[in-house]
């Protein structure tokens, strides 16, 4: 079993939508948690950290489940510019992430 | 600004050539860390450094080499042992926090002639 796994999508929600995405995790004792995107042939750029109660930002929710180790994240009202890939990253004790294989969003008009 | 510098955008090797990525970081971050991105793929960790003079190998290091002089740079060498070294190559850097999560250099994008 791989350690974070993401289904590779992808997604193609019309604007407006609301869409969701689950990354599971196989390490009991992972500690932190994020979501990043990354735009086709661009860097990874922080979306939103995860934290334990949920966390909301604008559009965006981030939720943690540690009983079913996943994590979510949830965007209300699509945007065309929302299209990428998102990335799910999870850290253990060793403070080393590992990457999800990302989750690629289309928003069509 | 703050932030991580990776040089040069575009990199192109000969066969049997060693060629090294800068990656330079001011954010005074402890932790650098290297990906490589295969398409379609995701980041494969392929060395990280947690502090000055100690770096360790991560899941692809066959084929390269890091050092690790100065807490800002953490430059990469991509060795001619490397066979299939066309990829793009991202540079990150953290605090050794737990909680905090990584920033990216833009990355490098190494072809081969």
């Known amino acids: 079993r791989k350690e974070v796994e993401q289904d590779p999508g992808p997604f193609n929600v019309p604007e407006g939508a609301t869409v969701a995405f689950n990354c599971t995790y196989s390490?009991?004792?992972?500690?932190?948690f994020f979501w990043y995107r990354q735009d086709c042939r661009k860097e990874p750029k922080l979306l939103m950290s995860?934290?334990?109660s949920g966390n909301e930002d604008g559009r965006f929710t981030a939720q943690l489940n540690r009983a079913s180790q996943y994590i979510s994240l949830l965007i209300r009202d699509s945007k065309l510019s929302d299209s990428a890939t998102y990335l799910c990253v999870v850290k253990g004790g060793s403070y080393i992430p590992t990457f999800g294989r990302g989750t690629s969003l289309i928003v069509h008009p | 600004d703050g932030g991580i510098t990776q040089s040069p955008k575009y990199l192109f090797r000969k066969e049997g050539q060693n060629v090294t990525l800068s990656c330079e970081q001011n954010l005074n971050h402890d932790a650098m860390y290297w990906y490589r991105q295969d398409p379609g793929q995701g980041l494969r960790l392929i060395y990280y450094s947690q502090i000055v003079n100690d770096f360790q190998k991560g899941d692809i290091a066959e084929g390269y080499s890091v050092s690790r002089e100065k807490k800002e740079s953490f430059p990469l060498t991509v060795t001619s042992a490397q066979k299939n070294p066309t990829a793009f190559y991202l540079c990150?850097?953290?605090?050794?926090?737990?909680?905090?999560?990584?920033?990216f250099g833009d990355g490098t994008r190494l072809s081969i002639l």
């Open positions: 995860v934290y334990s």
């Open positions: 990150a850097s953290s605090t050794n926090s737990g909680n905090q999560p990584q920033h």
């Open positions: 390490n009991s004792a992972s500690q932190s």
